[in-house]
C-alpha cells in the first residue's frame, strides 16, 4: 500500500513536490488556505483583464526541464524568452536603456557613458559564471545534514570566490564599471532577492551570468499563472485531490511522530508524511509553536522587503513601454540603502511595471492594457500603517504618468492594490515580508531553515524560506532536494 502525503500549501513548491512524490507512487492529497492554488504564484482576473499576482517571468528553464523529465511529463506550458530581456528608464537625464542578452547591442547603449564597455562587460561575465560554475553544485543544488556537513562541503569551492563573502554586490559592481548608470542597471537583479544591492553579497553577482549569458528571462503564454494551472491540472491526472479554503491552525503528535495537522474548522488531517508549502519559519512557529521560532526570535532574522503591487487596467494601448520595464528614480543609492527602514524614502519611488498585456494580449479587452505594478518597501517591521496606501499607489501612477508622458488616470478602468498587510494575511508572510527570510550570509545553505523537521521525523519543508531559497528555479530545486529526503528516509 502505498504512503499518503500531505501536502500544505499550494505554491511551486508544494506543487512540483506533489508531482514528483505522485509519480513516485506516493498518494498525495493538498491543503490550501486560499480558495486557489498557486500561492504567491498567483492571478487576478477581473474586468476582462488578467494580473500576475506575483513572479511575472523566470530564468534557468533548464531547471522546469530536468523537473518535468524526472515526472515523465513534457513541459505543460509554453514559455517564450524575452528580447529585450528588460527596459530601463532613469530619470537623472531623462534615459532609456534596452537591456539585450546581445553585447554588441547593449555596447552601443553605453559606450558613451561608459568607455570600453564591452571589454568590461565580458570580464564582469566571465568572473559571474566562474563563480556560478563553482558554487551551484556545492552550495545550491544538494542537501546539508548539518552545518558541519555544509561547511566542509563549501571547503571545496575554490577559495579564489571568498573575498566576495566580504563584499556586498553593489562594491563588486565598481570593481568593473565606473558609471552609475551602468552599476544600477547591472545590481538591479539583487532586487529579485528581495533586498538590495548595498546588503546582498558579492556572491550573487552570479545571477548576472544567469541573466545575461546563461539563460536569459522567459514569458509564459497566458501569463505565469498558467504554471500552476498547468500542475495542478497534471496532479489531478494522477488522481491527487485539492481542498481549499482550508488553513492550518493546530497539531496532534505522539512519539516524534506528527499524527494530523488540524485545520480551522477543527477538522483532522491525517498522513505518514507531511510536507509543508507554508513559509518553512513561520510554520514552525505559528502552528509547531517552537520557541526558536516564537515571534521574538523570527524578528532577529534577516527578512526581505516588503512589496507594494498595484494591479491596473488601462483603456488605451502604451507604446511608451516593453513588456518589462524598471523605473529608476536620482536617487537610486540613498533609496536602496534607507528603503528597509525608513518610509518616507516612498516619496521618491523605485519600481517595476510589468505590462502582460504586451505579449499576452489576451491578458486584456482589446485597446486595452494590464499593469502590473511593483514598489520595494519597507516590511512590516519599520513601517506598520498603511492607511496611506493608496495615496502611495497615487503618487507612483503620477510618476509614472510623467514618466511616459501619457495621464494614466482618466484611462485606468480596473484599480487594486495590495500592501504588505495584505501579503501577510493572504499568504501567511512573516511582517509582509515579500520572499520571506533573505539570503542573508546566515541563512543560506545549512544556515537556512532545514528543509526536515526538528522534532517530527515525518514531517519536511518545501519552498523559499527553506533549502535552497527564494525564485521559481530555487524553489523547483527545493521540491527535488525534499523529495530525495522523503525517499531516503521512506524509499
Not at 547593449?106 to 563553482?134: G, M, R, S, W
Request: hydrophobic residues 35%; charged residues 25%.
Amino acid at each position: 500500500m502505498s504512503r499518503e502525503v500531505l501536502i500544505v500549501g499550494t505554491g511551486l513548491g508544494g506543487l512540483s513536490a506533489g508531482l514528483r512524490l505522485a509519480t513516485k507512487g506516493y498518494q498525495v492529497s493538498f491543503v490550501e488556505k486560499a480558495k486557489q492554488p498557486g500561492g504567491r504564484l498567483n492571478q487576478i482576473k477581473e474586468n476582462g483583464f488578467t494580473f500576475d499576482t506575483g513572479p511575472s517571468f523566470f530564468s534557468m528553464p533548464y531547471e522546469f526541464e530536468e523537473f518535468c523529465s524526472d515526472c515523465g511529463i513534457d513541459i505543460p506550458f509554453e514559455f517564450v524568452e524575452l528580447d529585450p530581456l528588460y527596459t530601463v528608464f532613469i530619470r537623472e537625464g531623462n534615459n532609456k536603456f534596452n537591456i539585450y542578452k546581445d553585447i554588441e547591442l547593449l555596447a552601443q547603449q553605453f559606450e558613451t557613458i561608459e568607455p570600453n564597455f564591452k571589454q568590461k562587460f565580458t570580464a564582469y561575465l566571465k568572473h559571474c559564471e566562474a563563480v556560478y560554475n563553482d558554487t551551484v553544485d556545492a552550495a545550491i543544488k544538494q542537501n546539508f545534514d548539518s552545518i558541519p556537513d555544509y561547511l566542509y562541503k563549501l571547503s571545496r569551492v575554490n577559495p579564489a570566490h571568498l573575498p566576495l563573502l566580504f563584499r556586498n554586490f553593489w562594491s563588486q559592481t565598481k570593481l568593473y564599471f565606473d558609471s552609475k548608470e551602468v552599476r544600477q542597471i547591472v545590481s538591479l537583479i539583487a532586487f529579485f532577492l528581495g533586498r538590495t544591492p548595498f546588503d546582498t553579497s558579492a556572491i550573487y553577482t552570479l545571477l548576472s551570468h544567469i541573466e545575461f549569458k546563461y539563460t536569459g528571462y522567459y514569458n509564459v503564454k497566458g501569463g505565469m499563472y498558467t504554471i500552476a494551472k498547468s500542475l495542478v491540472s497534471e496532479l489531478e491526472k494522477r488522481n491527487v485531490t485539492f481542498h481549499y479554503n482550508t488553513e492550518i491552525v493546530d497539531f496532534e503528535s505522539k512519539n516524534g511522530q506528527l499524527l494530523s495537522l488540524v485545520d480551522q474548522q477543527g477538522k483532522r488531517w491525517k498522513a505518514d508524511i507531511f510536507v509543508i508549502n507554508s513559509d518553512a519559519a513561520f510554520f514552525r512557529g505559528k502552528v509547531f509553536k517552537r520557541k526558536a521560532y516564537n515571534e521574538k526570535s523570527l524578528r532577529k532574522k534577516h527578512w526581505t522587503m516588503g512589496y507594494l503591487t498595484i494591479y491596473l487596467g488601462i483603456k488605451g494601448k502604451l507604446s511608451q513601454i516593453e513588456h518589462h520595464n524598471y523605473f529608476l528614480g536620482s536617487n537610486y543609492e540613498d533609496y536602496a540603502t534607507s528603503i528597509m527602514r525608513d518610509p518616507g524614502v516612498l516619496e521618491k519611488p523605485y519600481y517595476y511595471v510589468n505590462a502582460i498585456s504586451k505579449s499576452n494580449p489576451e491578458c486584456a479587452p482589446e485597446g486595452c492594457e494590464a499593469l502590473f505594478i511593483v514598489c520595494p518597501v519597507p516590511n512590516l517591521m519599520y513601517k506598520t500603517d498603511w492607511s496611506d496606501k493608496e495615496l502611495i499607489v497615487d503618487s507612483i501612477i503620477d510618476d509614472l504618468s510623467k514618466r511616459i508622458h501619457y495621464d494614466l488616470k482618466p484611462a485606468i478602468i480596473y484599480r487594486r492594490s495590495y500592501s504588505p498587510i495584505d501579503w501577510q494575511n493572504q499568504f501567511n508572510l512573516f511582517m509582509g515580508a515579500g520572499l520571506g527570510l533573505s539570503h542573508h550570509m546566515l541563512q543560506i545553505g545549512a544556515l537556512r531553515p532545514k528543509n526536515f523537521d526538528e522534532h517530527f521525523k515525518n514531517v519536511f519543508y518545501v519552498g523559499s524560506s527553506t533549502t535552497p531559497g527564494a525564485g521559481l528555479p530555487m524553489v523547483v530545486i527545493s521540491s527535488k532536494l525534499v523529495v530525495e529526503r522523503i525517499l531516503k528516509y521512506f524509499g
